[in-house]
T-cell receptor, first 109, second 116 residues
Framework: RKEVEQDPGPFNVPEGATVAFNCTYSNSASQSFFWYRQDCRKEPKLLMSVYSSGNEDGRFTAQLNRASQYISLLIRDSKLSDSATYLCVVTRGYQKVTFGTGTKLQVIP | GAVVSQHPSWVICKSGTSVKIECRSLDFQATTMFWYRQFPKQSLMLMATSNEGSKATYEQGVEKDKFLINHASLTLSTLTVTSAHPEDSSFYIC????????????FGPGTRLTVL
């Protein structure tokens, strides 16, 4: 089993739709969790950190469920510019970093 | 915000040659830098941790004699792919952490290596 698993998608959604991604992790000792966004052939960019209490940044909401070992990302009112691959990142200590394979989102006009 | 640059952005080389990729932190010092590799439709895989003034730490399965890492200064780490083969063709990305640790990770733009 992979340490971090994501549904690869693609998720094709119309503009304005709400879409949710899940990511599961296998190591209960994992400490920090992040969502990154990666555009085609570009470097990943931090979208947001994920906390147990949940956090929201505009149209984006991230949630962590430690008991079930999954994190989620909710995007409301999807924009065309949201089209990208969303990477789930889990860290265990300063240097043990694991990226998920990413979930591809395509927002359609 | 902090910027990390990589050079070259892309390179095509013949099988058997060596390729050097540079990663620079432009406006901050980085005692640690990370090197990742990403094959098409796959996730970024951490290859090694580059430490200024000491040997790099390699992840399991990464050959240290093939992927030479030198952290020559507080702003420069280099990755040399020695005797490159077509299976080494990939997207190589470096990153450097800020003061907040991984939460403030700054990624370089990546280097696309194609080995013929």
């Amino acid at each position: 089993r992979k340490e971090v698993e994501q549904d690869p998608g693609p998720f094709n959604v119309p503009e304005g739709a709400t879409v949710a991604f899940n990511c599961t992790y296998s190591n209960s000792a994992s400490q920090s969790f992040f969502w990154y966004r990666q555009d085609c052939r570009k470097e990943p960019k931090l979208l947001m950190s994920v906390y147990s209490s949940g956090n929201e940044d505009g149209r984006f909401t991230a949630q962590l469920n430690r008991a079930s070992q999954y994190i989620s990302l909710l995007i409301r009112d999807s924009k065309l510019s949201d089209s990208a691959t969303y990477l789930c990142v889990v860290t265990r200590g300063y240097q043990k970093v694991t990226f998920g394979t990413g979930t591809k989102l395509q927002v359609i006009p | 915000g902090a910027v990390v640059s990589q050079h070259p952005s892309w390179v095509i080389c013949k099988s058997g040659t060596s390729v050097k990729i540079e990663c620079r932190s432009l406006d901050f010092q980085a005692t640690t830098m990370f090197w990742y590799r990403q094959f098409p439709k796959q996730s970024l895989m951490l290859m090694a941790t580059s430490n200024e003034g000491s040997k790099a730490t390699y992840e399991q399965g990464v050959e240290k004699d093939k992927f030479l890492i030198n952290h020559a200064s507080l702003t420069l780490s280099t990755l040399t792919v020695t005797s490159a083969h077509p299976e080494d063709s990939s997207f190589y990305i470096c990153s450097a952490p800020g003061l907040a640790g991984f939460n403030e990770q700054f990624f370089g733009p990546g280097t696309r290596l194609t080995v013929l």
